[in-house]
């Protein structure tokens, strides 16, 4: 079945350092892969996406590169605050069929910004 | 665009009691899923409904159980409620096929 296996955490950096996020995955066909985020005491929102290989997605300075030859969505950031700091979590998801409504999701990642 | 609204935010149970939690989704949205989030098993996929229909279910036992009414809100009942089931429960609104999930803010269940 599908499985997402994120880097393991917790992750601990300054403010403005660069930050990674390794996410692999293992799946049939090729399916859509997402970033959530959550912060303490709230659901999950949705921080970025990419549907197709080589697919770059972005949003608030995040990004992610969907790689197909290394079934991988590693998570980037340039220059981390602390108001980043948060859960993160990697996910997949197939089309239609007997996926409908259903995210695989990798751990959890813990980031913790220092000032 | 009021976002997705999960209720009770919190609630404590009873071992052997039943609950129910509700969800209303995004307005528009017409599919509902839900999850379970503990420390352990992480975020694990309940079921999905579709226009009053259960399209998908995960592997939990049947003491799980959800419905969807015609205003596309949800609900989700667990009977005979055990330890293991104290989780965070979260529910996802989307406008179907391959468009994103959207979460809320969840219910917290304590089973004691």
């Known amino acids: 079945g599908d499985s997402v296996t994120q880097m393991e955490g917790p992750v601990t950096l300054s403010e403005e350092a660069f930050l990674t996020i390794n996410c692999t995955y293992t799946?049939?066909?090729?399916?859509?892969l997402f970033w959530y985020v959550q912060y303490p005491g709230e659901g999950l929102q949705l921080l970025l996406k990419?549907?197709?290989?080589?697919d770059k997605g972005s949003n608030k300075g995040f990004e992610a590169t969907y790689r197909k030859e290394t079934t991988s969505f590693h998570l980037e950031k340039g220059s981390v605050q602390v108001s980043d700091s948060a859960v993160y979590f990697c996910?997949?998801?197939?089309?239609?069929?007997?996926?409908?409504?259903?995210?695989?999701f990798g751990q959890g990642t813990i980031l913790t910004v220092h000032p | 665009k009021a976002g997705v609204t999960q209720t009770p935010r919190y609630l404590i149970k009873t071992r052997g009691q039943q609950v129910t939690l509700s969800c209303s989704p995004i307005?528009?949205?017409?599919?509902v899923s839900w999850y379970q989030q503990t420390p352990g098993q992480g975020l694990q996929f309940l079921f999905e409904?579709?226009?009053?229909?259960?399209?998908n279910k995960g592997n939990f036992p049947g003491r799980f159980s959800g419905r969807q009414f015609s205003n596309s809100r949800s609900e989700m009942n667990v009977s005979t409620l055990e330890l293991g089931d104290s989780a965070l429960y979260l529910c996802?609104?989307?406008?179907?096929?391959?468009?994103?999930?959207?979460f809320g803010n969840g219910t917290r269940l304590t089973v004691t």
């Open positions: 996910a997949l998801r197939h089309a239609g069929g007997t996926s409908y409504g259903k995210l695989t």
């Open positions: 996802a609104s989307s406008l179907g096929g391959v468009s994103p999930l959207h």
């Open positions: 409904y579709f226009s009053e229909t259960q399209r």
């Open positions: 799946a049939t066909g090729y399916p859509s």
């Open positions: 307005s528009g949205h017409r599919s």
């Open positions: 990419a549907t197709k290989a080589d």
